[in-house]
């Protein structure tokens, strides 16, 4: 199974940045996709943005388009969540997830232990 560790919150202004990280360890075959969600207090948790291993591709909600932007380092596999023009209602718990392939008919989504962003001033 994978383990993620998140890194890379923490408390910043409104209009600022943040960059969020998240390493994948364990054992699999491979790594289909990696992303972020966030949950914010009393809400349910929502894809922020996601990659996809085969083709490089990326998925971000709405409201973070053109503000956020996700990479990825496959040699590390490691994901990062570079946030800019922050705003408040960016605030929330960030979770990494990845999809990862165990064999040719069985695959796992693990999910870290997330890590906390608040936007205030």
């Known amino acids: 199974q994978v383990q993620l560790v998140e890194s890379g919150g923490g408390l910043v202004q409104p209009g600022g940045s943040l960059r969020l990280s998240c390493a994948a360890s364990g054992t699999f075959l491979r790594i289909n996709t990696m992303g972020w969600y966030r949950q914010a207090p009393g809400r349910q948790r929502a894809l922020v943005a996601a990659?996809?291993?085969?083709?490089?591709?990326?998925n971000y909600a709405d409201s973070v388009k053109g503000r956020f932007t996700i990479s990825r380092d496959n040699a590390k596999n490691t994901v990062y969540l570079q946030m800019n023009s922050l705003k408040p209602e960016d605030t929330g718990t960030y979770y990494c997830?990845?999809?990862?392939?165990?064999?040719?008919?069985?695959?796992?989504?693990?999910w870290g232990q997330g890590t906390q962003v608040t936007v205030s001033s």
């Open positions: 990659t996809i291993s085969r083709n490089s591709s990326t």
């Open positions: 997830t990845a999809h990862t392939q165990l064999s040719d008919t069985s695959a796992y989504t693990g």
